[in-house]
């Protein structure tokens, strides 16, 4: 597997996605959006949909696990984390390195829960 090509994937996405949010009428950049989007999908799909029941089985209460541009733009996936109850939670995907990050909302707490190397 080409992680380095996983790597500039996912942070093309979330750039992309953090551009659209704000620009969302934007033409160039929603193609961009969903050739970088079907890209990341054809050739990770499998491997990061895997990750992604990985982490919502250990971690969290709830296993509704979210399209993969989800997790990478701003506001994350809002979860219910078993170990943390009350916790105002969210993951995260994140490049360099390929990470998911766990973060609470109210109390600036942020968690690494696994990375890729």
């Known amino acids: 597997m080409d992680i380095k090509k996983l790597n500039k994937l996912v942070e093309k996405l979330s750039l992309v996605k953090s551009h659209l949010d704000t620009a969302e009428t934007d033409p160039l950049l929603m193609e961009a959006y969903e050739e970088?989007?079907?890209e990341l999908e054809a050739e990770f799909g499998g491997y990061l949909e895997q990750l992604l029941w990985e982490t919502h089985d250990e971690f969290c209460e709830d296993f509704e696990v979210q399209n993969i541009e989800a997790y990478v733009s701003a506001q994350g996936v809002d979860i219910e984390a078993e170990d943390f109850p009350g916790m105002d939670a969210r993951l995260h995907l994140k490049a360099e390195p390929l990470r998911m990050m766990m973060a609470d909302r109210k109390a600036r707490y942020?968690?690494?829960?696994?990375?890729?190397?």
């Open 36 to 38: 970088c989007r079907n």
């Open 110 to 117: 942020e968690e690494e829960l696994w990375r890729v190397v």
